[in-house]
């Protein structure tokens, strides 16, 4: 149990597009998902909490017109990358959380990442 | 404001013995603690977790230590096997911020056959 699932896995783009990525909780409901970025050889830094059916909350220097986020359904939240450019390229990992499993509701289960780069 | 501080940035084992990662945190409103693994080009893997109303959670090769008054915590994994070899992540969270979790920088664990 506690699947998600990212896709797309990776993408590449061209300067000035933007770029969505789906995160997806399989087999249970997650009421609040988490948005992060990882630079090679750092650690996770959290971008935004998504909760469902309300705005995204970001954390301090994440631009909220850029990373647009949106959590419709209990299983679903997008990050979109607007006008992405060179500097955007990361590793974008989703995470969700298990309301409902009493025992672990702090536990985050993660996704397997999106490597995005900006041409 | 590194809240979660993992000082160790690789750590080297034989197969067989233990390895211990170690997790030292500042915040004393953290009260629930995680241990992840994770692989390059993946999302973190959820190993085990302790709420800080205990001192110690097991859970088959694993073993969570957390002393409070040290703001310590350490990951004990026995046998250690090759497989193993990843970065540990340790993570801390604060029930009255949201669930929000802080991670550390992470420890490359190698383990040599």
């Known amino acids: 149990g506690a699947v998600v699932s990212q896709h797309p896995s990776w993408v590449i783009c061209k300067s000035g597009t933007s770029v969505k990525i789906e995160c997806r909780s399989l087999?249970?409901?997650?009421?609040?998902m988490f948005w992060y970025r990882q630079f090679p050889k750092q650690s996770l830094m959290l971008m935004a909490t998504s909760n469902e059916g309300s705005k995204a909350t970001y954390e301090q220097g994440v631009e909220k017109d850029k990373f647009l986020i949106n959590h419709a359904s209990l299983t679903l939240s997008t990050l979109t990358v607007t006008s992405a450019h060179p500097e955007d390229s990361s590793f974008y990992i989703c995470s969700a959380r298990d309301l409902f499993q009493r025992e672990a509701r702090l536990v985050q289960f993660f996704g397997p990442g999106t490597r995005l780069t900006v041409l | 404001d590194q809240q979660v501080k993992q000082n160790s940035p690789s750590l080297s084992v034989q197969e067989g013995r233990i390895s211990i990662l170690n997790c030292d945190y500042t915040?004393?409103?953290?009260?629930?603690f995680l241990w992840y693994k994770k692989y390059p080009a993946e999302g973190p893997t959820f190993l085990i977790s302790?709420?800080?109303?205990?001192d110690k959670n097991e859970d088959g090769r694993f073993t969570v230590f957390l002393n409070k008054s040290a703001k310590h915590l350490s990951l004990h994994i026995v046998p250690s096997q090759p497989g193993d070899s990843a970065v540990y992540f340790c993570?801390?969270?604060?029930?009255?911020?949201?669930?929000?979790?802080?991670f550390g920088q992470g420890t490359e664990l190698s383990v040599k056959p």
């Open positions: 993570a801390a969270s604060a029930v009255n911020q949201g669930g929000k979790l802080i």
């Open positions: 302790i709420s800080s109303i205990k």
């Open positions: 087999d249970f409901q997650a009421t609040t």
């Open positions: 915040n004393s409103m953290f009260d629930y």
